[in-house]
């Protein structure tokens, strides 16, 4: 059996949320299953597949399975409840909404 290479992730800051790209080819999206917390991202996944070949009167078989378990902690708070996750092409991409968006607006009040 093929041991699993865990993704490769980068974690990008666009302002009102995190997004964090996972590479995560070969796997099934039902086999593939994301824990948020407030501040930490947990991703898990197993991998089950199969190929069968028969060559001239040879019976080859090769199996892959494998799980794996990574996690991040993230650069702030997030809302857990507001996470969004796609899967497509072996990429996985997840959106954190944010507790607390950039830094607090600053007003300047005019003492006249």
Known sequence: SLAVREPLIDVVDEKDHYKVIAEMPGIDKNDID??????TLTIRAEVKSEKKKEEKGYFYQERRYGSFQRSLALPGEVIPEK??????NGILEIKLKKKHEGKTKRHRVVVK
């Open 34 to 39: 994301i824990n948020v917390t407030e501040d």
């Open 83 to 88: 996470t969004t996750a796609e899967y497509k």
